[in-house]
T-cell receptor, first 112, second 112 residues
Framework: EAGVTQSPTHLIKTRGQQATLRCSPI?????VYWYQQALGLGLQFLLW???????NRGNFPPRFSGRQFPNYSSELNVNALELEDSALYLC???????????FGSGTRLTVV | RKEVEQDPGPFNVPEGATVAFNCTYS??????FFWYRQDCRKEPKLLMS?????NEDGRFTAQLNRASQYISLLIRDSKLSDSATYLC?????????????WGAGTKLIIKP
């Protein structure tokens, strides 16, 4: 069974540009979660999608947005990139909240 | 007070020793509990769910204490490969949604 896949693995952008990160959940998982993990820091919750709808949003500015497609894959868009957006962006999927969450290996975004 | 708190460590433990750490949570309505491990610059991986009756998986034992609102992880006969950051996760129901609350992690270093 394929795990959660994220692309690209690395992304380098300049300040002010836009970044698009992609995530494909495990087959059968309808929930997708996005997290930001800056170097040396804990996971910061960004967004939760389930059945194509945004269910919850973390404490991030509106330039962080996303969507979930009918096949449950998801995109995270970050507009007007700032240097402090440099981080590892992790996507996780789950079948149910009681069964834990499986993470992809992440996209390392560097803003220069 | 943080919703989920962990001692950041690091815990420096000799190989073969037993180590335990706790994670406290503030919301009494918390429903599901998990332990994840995260290796340096990698994604978190589910270690084990934590059940009300406690559960064991090889050298790892997880316990839930609802009265005192904490979960614990015990590692017996520690191995060098157990060196990682251990994250606890709590699921809380908020209106019709569920929110994952992550601890910032406890760093464990196993020394030969």
């Amino acid at each position: 069974e394929a795990g959660v896949t994220q692309s690209p693995t690395h992304l380098i952008k300049t300040r002010g540009q836009q970044a698009t990160l992609r995530c494909s959940p495990i087959s059968g998982h309808t929930s997708v979660y996005w997290y930001q993990q800056a170097l040396g820091l804990g996971l910061q919750f960004l967004l939760w999608y389930d059945e194509g709808e945004e269910r919850n949003r973390g404490n991030f500015p509106p330039r962080f947005s996303g969507r979930q497609f009918p096949n449950y894959s998801s995109e995270l868009n970050v507009n007007a990139l700032e240097l402090e957006d440099s981080a590892l962006y992790l996507c996780a999927s789950s079948f149910s909240r009681d069964y834990g969450y499986t993470f992809g290996s992440g996209t390392r975004l560097t803003v220069v | 007070r943080k919703e989920v708190e962990q001692d950041p460590g690091p815990f420096n433990v000799p190989e073969g020793a037993t180590v335990a750490f706790n994670c406290t949570y503030s919301n009494s309505a918390s429903q599901s509990f998990f332990w994840y491990r995260q290796d340096c610059r990698k994604e978190p991986k589910l270690l084990m769910s934590v059940y009300s009756s406690g559960n064991e998986d090889g050298r790892f034992t997880a316990q839930l204490n609802r009265a005192s609102q904490y979960i614990s992880l015990l590692i017996r006969d520690s191995k060098l490969s157990d060196s990682a950051t251990y994250l606890c996760v709590v699921t809380v129901r908020m209106d019709s949604n569920y929110q994952l609350i992550w601890g910032a992690g406890t760093k464990l270093i196993i020394k030969p």
